[in-house]
């Protein structure tokens, strides 16, 4: 939590402000305070799953994991194993291009 408050008090783009981890990521003073994916879950990168909510297909993403599947009550590790064993739904904001500034 304290990381995350000094990158918003510090934090100087508005993009910055908006995703936090670009601050965070580009910021020196950062290192050695940060635990990486690959720290936690080791062998793994999941950064392939859209988990966010900037468009009308991440609604529709979000909507079905916790209508149908009740993701809004699983930990990661369940939430994971549960974007594995349905590719359909993560299919449908796939295309979805992660913005960059």
Request: no cysteine; proline share 5%.
């Amino acid at each position: 939590m304290e990381l995350l408050a000094e990158a918003y008090a510090n934090a100087a783009l508005p993009y910055e402000r908006e995703h936090v981890t670009p601050y965070i990521k580009a910021n020196p003073a950062t290192a050695g305070r940060v635990i990486y994916r690959d720290e936690v879950w080791p062998g793994g990168d999941f950064s392939r799953f859209r988990i966010t909510l900037d468009t009308a297909e991440d609604y529709e993403v979000l909507r079905l994991l916790i209508e149908q599947h009740h993701a809004d009550q699983l930990n990661v590790a369940d939430l994971l194993a549960l974007l594995e064993a349905h590719p359909e739904i993560m299919a449908l904001n796939a295309h979805i291009e992660q913005k960059t500034t």
